[in-house]
């Protein structure tokens, strides 16, 4: 049996009916990573002897946990102990975590194997994975496109079949516009579901640590997991954690969609729009209630997301400097000399167009007109999706405007890029949940991806509206030719 | 923007052709940006965070922390329990 192409729900069937062991599934696993990642490239470390350790050390657990055995690829912003973790930069190259982020330690106690680490956007700086210093990975649909970003490492081994599941994290679109051009599910939870202690920060008011998945399903298993208060986080929520899996239900009825005109306008593929309308009437047909809605600050997201999260990053990577971890330029004149050498050879092009973008912002003489502009304009699309959800239930749009692109196509282009993130940003401005799901595949065949948006707080609507789709829908089955 | 300076500001060395490259890239980031000056935001307080939080306490209680040499361990330049820089004050 090929064990890799599983979902985490089938493999723990096997593993609980003793068809299988955790060691089985690995070395399934492995083999497949040995097959396909000189062509996709999604990891930058696998340390084969720690993941037989852990096989080994599971099965001398009395108590099985809910991802007991099954394999986890973690993003490489994401702490694990003694497993070097470099979000992707030179300048934190050789970095060993002292500790194990909270998500990773949760994973651990549910019996889950820590996998690999998944290459990424530079501090997760992109929307196309190009901009590692390891490399760009490869979309696994087609090996001259990207797979999105940042967290294309993530995504694109779960599309390989290279992993089971994957943790990434999702600051503008990281997670999902990057899941929706692999043809997997990715999970951005609402702001403060999910502690980020352990996770190397980029913008503190946007970040979210999230499932990949092969299905739904296993979003919501792997949810059940990761979400909950922390007391090493002040800003996750200590609020009730509902077992997610509960929300799986084939049912629509009733629920009302919105549809916001906005999304829909000049810059949409049409293949793209074709895909997600035709998805909309399924759901139709299913019971749901569909009815165009109105995000009338939607074309100022984009602008005002670029203010607020490289001014935050650029605060939040002051703290690369040479002194407690990473690089260090090796003979500098003077304590600023080494700050300033250090940062120049350690960040990479974006890194370095983004802390330039973010220290202007927020210094003195243009803070008013940049940044509390931006904090202002932020409230506004907050109210939007305020007015919208007191009517709706969840809204719907395309995750990404495009298919994926082409590697190189627009790195040269930062606006260009940026605007690849135009549906997913509101989201994380205004702190709300979305998930994408595959709906459909272009004529080059390549994955289309729908995005589901709810009030904070309410994944389960997510789950609910997700499964339904993929329940009635073959998409989620597509899988690429490797 | 004067980039010199903002470098400066940033603490990040940048080579003439970086700053050349860069400068022409954020004017066009720039002039996108300015978009955001369309809407009338007199009357609109800024929103720095989605959560309705304020302080957020607990108790304080000494709880186990990281041992100083797991710590020290990652520094590029190290001295007995410090972490060792170029000299401050000349």
Not at chain 1, 351 to 379: E, F
Not at chain 2, 34 to 52: A, C, G, I, R, Y
Request: charged content about 25%; glycine content about 6%.
């Amino acid at each position: 049996m090929e064990l890799y192409k599983l979902t985490a729900r089938q493999i723990k069937d096997l593993i609980e009916d003793k068809k299988t062991s955790p060691k089985e599934v690995a070395e399934s696993l492995i083999s497949r990573i040995e097959a396909t990642e000189n062509k996709v490239k999604a990891l930058c470390l696998v340390d084969k002897e720690d993941i037989f350790t852990q096989c080994r050390e599971l099965e001398k657990r009395s108590e099985h946990g809910p991802l007991f055995g099954i394999p986890v690829v973690i993003k490489d912003n994401i702490c694990v102990q003694g497993q070097d973790t470099t979000c992707a930069s030179r300048i934190l190259k050789g970095f060993k975590p002292p500790y194990d982020a909270t998500v990773v330690s949760r994973l651990k106690q549910a019996g889950a194997v820590i996998f690999a680490k998944a290459n990424m956007d530079e501090f997760a700086f992109g929307s196309s994975c190009e901009t590692s210093c390891y490399g760009a990975t490869h979309n696994p649909w087609d090996l001259q496109r990207i797979p999105g970003g940042s967290s294309g490492g993530s995504c694109a081994s779960v599309a390989a079949d290279e992993t089971v599941m994957a943790l990434g994290s999702d600051t503008g679109g990281s997670i999902r516009q990057p899941a929706s051009l692999c043809g997997v599910v990715g999970l951005k939870p609402t702001y403060g579901r999910v502690s980020r202690y352990g996770l190397i920060a980029f913008a503190s008011s946007l970040d979210q640590i999230g499932p990949v998945t092969k299905d739904v399903a296993d979003a919501a298993l792997l949810l059940n997991v990761i979400a909950g208060s922390d007391i090493m986080d002040s800003t996750c929520v200590d609020r009730e954690v509902p077992d997610y899996t509960k929300s799986l239900v084939d049912n629509v009825q009733g629920v009302k969609i919105g549809v916001p005109k906005e999304y829909f306008s000049e810059g949409l593929d049409s293949q793209v729009r074709d895909a997600v309308e035709k998805a909309l009437d399924v759901l139709k047909g299913l019971g749901a209630q569909v009815k165009e809605i109105s995000l009338t600050h939607t074309d100022y997201a984009v602008a005002d997301y670029y203010i607020v999260a490289t001014a935050e990053a650029s605060s939040n990577l002051a703290r690369f400097d040479g002194v407690q971890y990473g690089h260090r330029s090796a003979s500098p004149r003077s304590l600023i000399d080494m700050y300033k050498k250090t940062r120049g050879e350690g960040f990479g092009e974006e890194a370095k167009r983004r802390i330039i973008l973010g220290t202007y912002v927020l210094s003195s003489g243009y803070y008013d007109a940049y940044y509390l502009r931006a904090l202002k304009v932020r409230r506004l699309i907050k109210e939007d999706f305020d007015r919208a959800f007191s009517h709706v239930d969840c809204i719907i749009t395309p995750t990404s405007p495009t298919v994926a692109f082409k590697i190189g196509e627009k790195i040269d282009d930062p606006l260009a890029m940026y605007l690849s993130d135009v549906f997913t940003i509101s989201a994380n401005l205004a702190g709300m949940p979305g998930i994408s799901v595959p709906c459909g595949l272009s004529q080059e065949g390549l994955p289309i991806g729908l995005q589901i948006i709810a009030k904070p707080f309410d994944e389960e609507m997510l789950f609910r509206t997700a499964y339904t789709f993929e329940k009635n829908t073959k998409w989620h089955k597509e899988k690429p030719r490797l | 923007m004067d980039i010199e300076y903002v470098s400066q500001l940033a603490r990040m060395e940048l080579t003439d052709k970086q700053k050349s490259k860069l400068s022409k890239q954020l004017s066009d980031i720039l002039a996108y940006i300015e978009k955001l000056k369309e809407l009338d935001v007199s009357t609109v307080q800024p929103l720095s965070h989605v959560l309705p939080l304020k302080n957020v306490f607990r108790q304080d209680k000494i709880r186990p922390s990281l041992p100083l040499n797991k710590v020290l361990n990652n520094a590029p330049s190290r001295e007995g329990d410090s972490f060792s820089v170029p000299k401050v004050i000349e």
